[in-house]
Nanobody, 117 residues
Framework: QVQLVESGGGLVQAGGSLRLSCAAS????????MGWYRQAPGKERELVAT?????????NYADSVKGRFAISRDNAKNMPSLQMNSLKPDDTAIYYC?????????WGQGTQVTVSS
């Protein structure tokens, strides 16, 4: 089992910035992909950004956050971070850290991000 714990959420005004971090622990063998998803009230969970563990790290972003959010990783600590800039009220959601190890997926408990207008 892999445990994920997020930190860095909070309340921010529109146009502001936040940085989310995720710490991974437990039986870590080979995490292939790590990243962030979010779920707003009444909506399904959606991808925000992912990054692969190998090489320079291949990234993938939701269209809605391209140019505003940046995902990075610390492979030694098995920790992905998400820098969120130019935040909008539509970014308000619970943000979940995600990791895929071999064929198993793991999720953190989520951290609330609220953007006021």
């Amino acid at each position: 089992q892999v445990q994920l714990v997020e930190s860095g959420g909070g309340l921010v005004q529109a146009g502001g910035s936040l940085r989310l971090s995720c710490a991974a622990s437990g039986r870590i063998i080979s995490i292939n992909v790590m990243g962030w998803y979010r779920q707003a009230p009444g909506k399904e969970r959606e991808l925000v950004a992912t990054i692969t563990s190998g090489g320079s790290g291949s990234t993938n972003y939701a269209d809605s956050v391209k140019g505003r959010f940046a995902i990075s990783r610390d492979n030694a600590k098995n920790m992905p971070s998400l820098q969120m800039n130019s935040l909008k009220p539509d970014d308000t959601a619970i943000y979940y850290c995600y990791a895929r190890q071999l064929s198993a997926s793991y999720w953190g408990q989520g951290t609330q991000v609220t953007v006021s207008s």
